[in-house]
């Protein structure tokens, strides 16, 4: 049942009060896109800002629940309240999807100040739902503190967690590649905080060192201070162990990403991988990096709006629809391009008021 305009007020109300019944409804609304959505929104905006958002992102099978409740019982534990937003991949065949990250973490299910959303991707690409980020707004405007994102499965190119999270964490086990399929991964781009988890596999020291020894290519310090001539005796030289040497302390106006040896199912490194991203988020205040990506967040948030909404009235106008048909065969014939009909209907929607929501 959608819930009508008149109860929106209401719900915001409740939402403000951090009741659960609320925050589920509320979300709901925003992921289904029920009557009264954009209102509800609105009306959160000016509450948004006080969450440290975190994302949890990394290849299938990598530990990225077992991690994320560890994290979440920390939190607990600290006294801080905490929203979990679990995407899980849409079927391209049946368009169900699982859902099953709260039976995984039942261990803080039931806790009464964490509050655990699964959402389907629903066909979106990235590694998040479609409204990912405007839960988060949700959950950071009923007074959550601490809210962990938890990506579908990704490979290289599903990087939207780096637009909404504060502090990127990728997960990666032994399992993940050789130092070749490190270096062309692109999460490495992305990452703040890498965690090498089911460290106590063989070959989890091997990938740590890959890891490093990216970074710190990509940061110009591995090989520094080694003679550029023959002769070298490159047996003597870790440059892994010049890479962690020479990265900047925690005080320090950079950041280089730390890799981490985490075992989700005993819980060791936890506490290491809890403080890497205290001392991330301090490092963000102190540069001003917070506010510089949590603008560029606004900013995407804008873009991304303006872009749907125009594409949703190009495309609900069916004489658009019915030019480009007379169109294709033209197309077809060689006698026109794609590139130049595209600016042909750009301006021939523009004059007709078709994406300003005008009409002549």
């Not at 965690?195 to 290519?217: F, I, Q, S, T």
């Amino acid at each position: 049942m959608r819930a009508p305009l008149a109860s929106i007020a209401t719900l915001t109300e409740q939402l403000f009060t951090g009741r659960k019944v609320a925050i589920a409804r509320a979300v709901s609304t925003i992921e289904d896109r029920r009557a009264g959505w954009e209102q509800l929104l609105a009306s959160c905006h000016p509450k948004v800002g006080n969450a440290r958002r975190v994302g949890i992102t990394g290849p299938p099978g990598a530990g990225k629940s077992t991690l994320t409740t560890l994290l979440a019982e920390q939190y607990l534990a600290q006294g801080f309240t905490v929203g979990v937003v679990a995407v899980d991949p849409t079927s391209p065949f049946t368009g169900g999807a699982l859902l099953g990250d709260r039976v995984r973490m039942e261990r803080v299910a039931l806790h009464p100040n964490v509050f655990i959303r699964s959402m389907a991707t629903r066909g979106s690409l990235g590694g998040l739902a479609a409204a990912t980020r405007e839960v988060c707004d949700i959950l950071d405007a009923a007074g959550i503190e601490r809210i962990l994102v938890e990506t579908v499965g990704v490979g290289q190119s599903e990087l939207d967690i780096a637009r909404l999270a504060d502090t990127s964490a990728v997960v990666l086990v032994p399992e993940s590649g050789d130092s070749i399929q490190t270096l062309k991964a692109g999460v490495m781009e992305i990452a703040d905080v890498f965690v090498v988890n089911k460290a106590d596999r063989p070959g989890a020291d091997r990938l740590r060192n890959d890891v490093e020894l990216m970074l710190g290519l990509r940061s110009g310090v591995t090989m520094r201070g080694v003679p550029a001539h023959h002769g070298v005796d490159l047996k003597r030289i870790n440059p892994p162990n010049v890479a962690r040497e020479t990265a900047p302390q925690p005080d320090a106006d950079t950041w280089t990403p730390p890799v981490l040896r985490t075992t989700g199912v005993t819980g060791e490194g936890v506490a290491e991988f809890m403080d890497a991203l205290e001392r991330h988020f301090q490092y963000l205040e102190r540069s001003g990096t917070l506010q510089s990506r949590r603008r560029a967040r606004l900013r995407e948030r804008v873009v991304d709006a303006v872009e749907q909404r125009l594409r949703a009235r190009l495309w609900r106008d069916a004489a658009t629809n019915a030019w480009l048909e007379g169109r294709l065969p033209a197309l077809e014939r060689g006698e026109t391009t794609p590139l130049a009909e595209a600016e042909t209907l750009i301006a021939r929607s523009v004059a007709a008021g078709t994406l300003t929501g005008n009409t002549r």
